[in-house]
Every structure is written in C-alpha cells, then in structure tokens.
C-alpha cells in the first residue's frame, strides 16, 4: 500500500496511526500542501479533491476520506478493533472521531486558514482565535462525552477510531499553543495512546518528509 | 425514539431521511437552532456540545453526530441497507458522505457564519462567497467520484448513506445560490433522491418544526 501522505496532516496521520495499529507496512508519498503540491498536475491526477490522505492499495485502488480508510482497514484487517464489537459502542466511537473530524479538523485546516488571510484578510490574531474558538468548543464537547464512561482510551482501554483522531488533533492543539486545561479525561486519553509505539511511529516528526 | 431537529438543519435532515428510509417511526423535538435554543439549559442537559441533531432511543440512551447515527441505523436495521456489503464499495460510500459532511457542511453551518460575521466582521457579501467556495468545492469532487461509476444514485442505483449527506447538502447550496452547474451526476442522484417519498417526506418544509 501506499499512502499519499503529508507529515503535518493530521488527517493522514489519523491514517499513520491506523495503520500501524493494524501492523501493515506502507510506502509513504509525500505530498507537501504547505507548498501546494496537491494542485499540482501530477497529485491531481490521482486526487482530484486535492486533499491528503489517499491511500492506494495494491490493486490500484484509491482510497480518501482518513475516517473511510480507517473503517475499511478496520473491515479487511479486523484485528486489533478499531470500532467496539455493539452497535452502541460503535455509535459512541463514530461519534467521538466525528467531533475531531467534523466539528473541529474541518475548520482549521491548512486550505480554510489560507482563505481566511487571503479573501477575508483575517490577521495572524484573528486567525489564532478562529483556530483556537473551534479546538476548544470540540475538546470540551469530546471532554464532556469521556466523563460518561470509564476507560482510559476514548471508549475503553484499548485504542479506537476515535484515539485515531484525537491525538493528532491534541498535536495541532499545541501547536496553536490551544488552551488544554479542564480537559482531565481527554489529556489522559492522548498520554495512552502517546504510550504505544503506533502512535510515536505515525507522528509528524517521525514521517520521512518531516521538515 | 425521539429526533432532537431543527427543520433546517441538514445534519438533522441526514437522520430524518435515513428513519423513513428504514420505516422507522420518530417523534419531531423542535430546537430552534437560529433562535439559539440549543445553548439554552434545557436543552443544554440533553446535549452538552449543542449541536443538531440527537437521537433519543426508546432506552433513554442519546446519539449524536449524523453519520454516526446512520450508521447505528443501519447496523440496528439493517434493511434497506444504507452501505453496499462490499468494502470497497462502503468505503467509496462513506468517502463520498464525507465530502459534505468533513469538507463542505462544517464550514458552512450557522454557527461558523455567525462566528465570521460577528468575529471576523465578515458582510453578507463575504459569507455568501465563504458559503459558495467551499459547496463549490465540494461538489466538484463530489461530481468527480460519482463520475468514476455507473449509478442513478451516488453509489449504484438505491440511495445510501452517501445520498443522505448529498440531498440536503443541494438543499443548502440551492438556499444560498450556489452554482450548481456542470455537475450533471449529482443533479441526477438528487433528482433520484427526490423522486422518493422517504425524502420527500424529510425535507424542512414537512418538518412540524418548519417555518
């Protein structure tokens, strides 16, 4: 397999994550969205949409969507789980994951950042705000749905889905230098899955195209 | 099970299609999300982060997020499916949903257009043009999935999870003048969706909630 990927994505590093949990080994391609390689002809080729990841399996077969990929490696390599045996459980993961991957990511990634300083002229406080506004609304929204249930992952004490997404959105936090206080259960779930080696091995400085 | 809804809400008009999809019956909980009741205690107690919609099952147990919901739906009962039984073909499905659920509807949502005009002092002018791109956008890669497959429907020829997401999401661009030119699949997949009573049915101005 491999993965269309850009080290400080953290779409594609939710992928990383998966993947490593599942223990597949995969190429990795970089494509750098700081420097717009994914308008460029040769990416758009394979990715119309323009974003990271893409994961392209051996037969050729494209895959996006990071919450996508990981539900189909889920499906095809179904050990470890990514997603809790009940319906329920499954409901409570995909909803967690959907916080980072809906409520939060969407916002404040790389290509609505640029619009906000390019067509709005939003200036590098106005943006910081705008990033922060929405991480912190999402964390205390993902906070709130932890403290019903024990557990020291998001669901559970192994990792899931939602972990896939939650830790790269704690490494964008930081760097946005986001306020994480008030945040007990969801700063202990980062620390688990921080702990294993999947996670170490799939973040941004650990890439081959980290900068 | 009781839907929390705002009749113009297409996260919420997502769940309402998929429960007539299913025959499943549901009573209408109004929240009106433009007069803010969603930040009001009571409502507040059901759903800490707010949002639209919720699904309150005959349990007492709450749901939240939209494809999560759906994808409980389908799991709980299972007919009509709403994702093709092959993995490739849930996650194309599930990919396509997440063009408008992850790249197009969280921009474009209320509360981001209240957080630009109030926040970023964006006019009307500005947040039409904010809304417009990013549907835009959106739709073209939507467009250029579905064109990679035969199919009256976003994926082969009965609605999915996918065309959930996909019909309000023209709801939408229609409400705010999109241009949906030069997109002929998914015109045609919406027309189909449309042809159906389950959508039909779903749409904000059958709400009971509807203005």
Redesign the interface.
């Known amino acids: 397999m491999k993965l269309y990927n850009f080290f400080r994505s953290s779409a594609a590093f939710r992928v990383r994550i998966a993947l490593n949990l599942k223990g597949l080994a995969y190429d990795c391609v970089p494509v750098h969205l700081a420097k717009g390689e994914q308008k460029q002809p040769a990416f758009a080729a394979i990715a ?2 323009g ?1 990271i990841p893409v994961l392209e399996l051996d037969d050729g ?1 494209r ?3 990071s ?3 990981i ?2 490696l889920d ?2 390599h179904p050990q470890p789980a990514l997603l809790p045996a009940d ?2 459980g ?3 993961v ?2 967690l ?3 980072v ?3 939060i ?3 404040d990634n790389l290509r ?1 950042l640029k ?2 300083s390019r ?2 002229k ?1 200036d590098e406080d ?1 943006r910081n ?2 990033y922060r ?1 929405w991480v912190r609304l999402g964390l ?2 993902y906070e ?1 749905q932890l403290a019903s249930q024990p557990g020291v992952f998001s669901h559970g004490d192994a990792p899931t889905l939602a972990d896939c997404c939650l830790a790269p959105q704690i490494f964008n936090a930081r760097r946005y230098e986001c306020d994480l206080s008030g945040l007990p259960r969801v700063m202990a779930a980062f620390d688990a899955c921080m702990s294993l080696s999947a996670f170490q091995r799939a973040q941004p400085s650990a890439c081959p195209d980290a900068e």
């Open positions: 119309p949409q974003l077969r895959l996006t969507q919450m996508a990929i539900e189909y499906e095809t319906a329920p499954r409901a409570r995909r909803a994951a959907q916080i991957a809906c409520d990511h969407p916002l609505v619009y906000l067509e709005l939003a106005a705000g705008w506004h205390q929204a709130a």
